[in-house]
């Protein structure tokens, strides 16, 4: 079961503007595709990885 953008925001006490309903469902359904898409890829296609070095970030 999917819950509507609507029922959410009725479920937290916001109301969306008519007007602005189309652009927030139209991204709501982006994001829901984005989240299919990364649940149906393999392990090895979680290949992004992150590095802090400390002090990295200087030139010189």
């Known amino acids: 079961m ?3 953008i609507r029922e959410l ?4 006490g916001l109301e969306i503007p ?3 309903f189309k652009v927030v469902e ?3 359904k982006a994001i ?8 149906e890829l393999s392990l090895e296609s ?13 030139v010189g």
């Open 18 to 20: 008519e007007e602005d």
């Open 26 to 28: 139209t991204r709501w």
């Open 9 to 12: 925001f009725a479920a937290k």
């Open 32 to 39: 829901e595709r984005l989240q299919e898409e990364i649940e």
């Open 2 to 4: 999917t819950v509507s």
């Open 46 to 58: 979680y290949d992004i990885s992150l590095r802090n070095i400390a002090g990295g970030d200087q």
